[in-house]
């Protein structure tokens, strides 16, 4: 499986940015996919995840401002992000697992990872 990550931009504080995840390959085979972020100096923290079915869950922090979408035929995941901060800039990273069993937040749950994709956003 093959995750490309794109979609990443300077964007102002309160503001919205769309990040994109294409999957390509045997991606039957996975479960669903995480998106995680990494800021400078700190470790890659959980943002959301969602099955191929549907299931979302999000970290705290981002619960209500960021919802994630998917297309399964077109093997698209959407990380929407709105009322931006900038404690939200970072790298951020898309994910796939084939069996997270309970640990959607811990990147030892997943498979496949994309390159990362960067979000300033300025205060």
């Known amino acids: 499986v093959q995750l490309q990550a794109s979609g990443g931009g300077v964007v102002q504080a309160g503001g919205s940015l769309t990040l994109s995840c294409k999957a390509s390959?045997?991606?039957?085979?996975?479960?669903?996919v995480g998106w995680f972020r990494q800021a400078p100096g700190k470790e890659r923290e959980f943002v959301g995840f969602?099955?191929?079915?549907?299931?979302?869950t999000f970290q705290d922090s981002v619960q209500g401002r960021f919802t994630i979408s998917r297309d399964k035929v077109r093997g698209m995941v959407t990380l929407q992000m709105n009322s931006l901060k900038p404690e939200d800039s970072a790298v951020y990273y898309c994910?796939?697992?084939?069996?997270?069993?309970?640990?959607?937040?811990?990147?030892?749950?997943?498979?496949?990872w994309g390159q990362g994709t960067l979000v300033t956003v300025s205060s």
């Open positions: 994910a796939a697992t084939r069996a997270p069993g309970s640990g959607v937040t811990t990147t030892g749950a997943y498979d496949f």
């Open positions: 390959g045997r991606t039957f085979g996975t479960t669903g």
């Open positions: 969602i099955t191929w079915s549907g299931y979302t």
